[in-house]
């Protein structure tokens, strides 16, 4: 049936969803005073939903947006995916350098992810951004309630659940496995390696809009820069680095691969003792100081991607490049 006549008919209900998010995320954060803050803000919508959103919330008072890519174009010109991470951001780094802005922040193409460029133009990995967002909820706010994160996150959430005594649990990867858990612990915040972050009292879901928000206040309750909040977060929890790698394989190698890592059983990685070994989504190896070397193969792409995190970023890479030798075919 043409819409038009479903129209006619009276089938159709026309929502506007606009007003009403607008007014659920006005309820959760001062907007107010992220306005008067005189922030300047660079913003990279990445031409897909997010676009215009900052500017609606924060135009009107003393903070200056600076937006780019912000027409939405489903095409995502020069971009070859919508996907919010360092190397897809070299233009929104070049801009806050530029423009000598407070921050850069992008999201993905429907919005529900965020990336954030410090104010020297450096990319800040998901997991600090997600550890400071636990921070900021725990510390600044004053607020209490789980945390809930993928494998593939941060090792610093177990430390801000022992510091603030709240439980962390930990699922799967994916965030159709953190919501439920979310939904059922009444949790503070859920998150994910791909730079998407829920939070309670909002949708059960992801949204790079108000994680944005929320670490736009964070700075301006604490009044430092982003690059002053990770060191306030390494003095909290410890210096953590940590780095992806993904890496392309035929599919006809795909057994031989996971026999490879299966059959891996070492007692020690980089002189290191492996404390344990966690199956349930790939191959982590936890060690005795922390760091943890995860393998795993992509549910989506023919790709097996390989993660790292530790005290040192010589240390990550050390732990990379082992893990790239056992895979190698």
């Known amino acids: ?63 200056e947006l600076i937006e780019i890519n912000s027409i939405r174009n489903p095409l995502f010109p020069g971009i ?6 360092g190397t897809n951001l070299e233009k929104l780094a070049a801009t806050v350098r530029k423009e000598r802005a407070s921050i850069g922040l992008a999201t993905d193409g429907d919005a529900d992810r965020i ?19 636990c921070l900021y909820l725990l510390e600044v706010r004053g607020e209490r309630g789980p945390i809930v994160k993928t494998l ?5 959430a177990y430390r801000l659940g022992e510091i603030f005594d709240v439980p962390v649990y930990e699922t799967p990867v994916g965030f159709k496995y953190v919501a439920p858990i979310m939904k059922n612990e ?18 059960t879901e992801r ?12 700075m301006i309750k604490t009044g430092k820069s982003p ?5 306030y977060l390494h003095s909290k929890v410890g210096p953590h680095y940590y780095r992806r790698i993904d890496v392309e394989f035929s599919e006809s190698k795909r057994q031989v691969i996971n026999k490879r890592v299966r059959d891996y059983n070492p007692e020690s990685i980089d002189d290191i003792r492996v404390d344990s070994l966690d199956t349930r989504d790939g191959f982590r190896f936890m060690l005795a100081d922390t760091s943890w070397l995860l393998i795993r193969f992509s549910n989506t792409e023919p790709l097996l991607r390989l993660y790292a995190e530790s005290n040192s970023p010589e240390r990550v890479e050390r732990l990379l490049g082992m893990a790239q030798e056992l895979v190698k075919s």
């Open 80 to 85: 070859e995916q919508p996907e919010p991470i």
């Open 186 to 203: 009444q949790a503070l915040i859920g998150g994910e390696e791909s730079g998407g972050y829920g939070f309670r009292g909002h949708v």
């Open 207 to 218: 949204d790079g809009i108000l994680a944005g928000l929320y670490f736009l206040d964070l």
């Open 1 to 63: 049936m043409p819409l038009s006549q479903a129209r006619e008919a009276g089938l159709l209900e026309h929502l506007d969803l606009e007003p009403i998010y607008c007014r659920q995320l006005s309820s959760l954060i001062n907007l107010d005073e992220i306005c008067r803050s005189r922030l300047k803000i660079a913003i990279d919508p990445m031409y897909g939903a997010g676009a215009g959103y900052f500017k609606k919330f924060l135009s009107g008072g003393n903070t």
């Open 227 to 231: 690059s002053e909040l990770i060191d």
């Open 115 to 133: 990336g954030i460029i410090d104010e020297n133009g450096t990319f800040i990995s998901t997991l600090h951004v997600f550890a400071l967002l």
């Open 152 to 156: 593939t996150m941060s090792s610093m």
